[in-house]
T-cell receptor
């Protein structure tokens, strides 16, 4: 199993540009999520999904969109990039949907810089 | 709202020392708690998951404990090695959706 994969590894955007961060998992996990990690702030939840077709907002959802059309993929879209979105983005997945609390696995991250 | 705190933010020890990393949480109604390791510029590696019904979980030189009544978890590392140098994160599961809430981590440095 490849686990949780993320592309790209690095990305530089200009303010106002849009892009999609890709996340895929091959473990047939129902739950997937996106976090951002910033110095001094720790990891904060952006959006999550408890199964295909179901998504919800986390702690810091503004400026980001998600969709979950398949179990395997959970892309994160930046609609109009801002310098405040410069961060490291992590995708994660675990077995089970809502009301389950199994071990969560993380991807290697995408380092995004917005100029 | 669940909050997770890790103290100290940084810790430096000589090789071979046994050490304890601390994690506290505000809402004792957590489900499970997970410890991670993060190397510089890398993703998070899961170390241990403690179920809410357990008090301890062990993997090799690592032992994690969970005390829900006091709102605390500890990660014990035996016979530390320079390769243990990394940031250690704890995260508590809360709520009906099974989201993880993270502490800010303890940066561990093990000196040869």
């Amino acid at each position: 199993n490849a686990g949780v994969t993320q592309t790209p590894k690095f990305q530089v955007l200009k303010t106002g540009q849009s892009m999609t961060l890709q996340c895929a998992q091959d473990m047939n996990h129902e739950y997937m999520s996106w976090y951002r990690q910033d110095p001094g702030m720790g990891l904060r939840l952006i959006h999550y999904s408890v199964g295909a077709g179901i998504t919800d907002q986390g702690e810091v959802p503004n400026g980001y969109n998600v969709s979950r059309s398949t179990t395997e993929d959970f892309p994160l879209r930046l609609l109009s990039a801002a310098p405040s979105q410069t961060s490291v983005y992590f995708c994660a997945s675990r077995q089970g949907g809502s009301n389950t609390y199994n071990e969560q696995f993380f991807g290697p991250g995408t380092r995004l810089t917005v100029l | 709202k669940q909050e997770v705190t890790q103290i100290p933010a940084a810790l430096s020890v000589p090789e071979g020392e046994n050490l304890v990393l601390n994690c506290s949480f505000t809402d004792s109604a957590i489900y499970n708690l997970q410890w991670f390791r993060q190397d510089p510029g890398k993703g998070l590696t899961s170390l241990l998951l403690i179920q809410s019904s357990q008090r301890e979980q062990t993997s090799g030189r690592l032992n994690a404990s969970l005390d829900k009544s006091s709102g605390r978890s500890t990660l014990y590392i035996a016979a530390s090695q320079p390769g243990d140098s990394a940031t250690y994160l704890c995260a508590a599961y809360g709520g009906s959706q099974g989201n993880l809430i993270f502490g800010k981590g303890t940066k561990l440095s093990v000196k040869p």
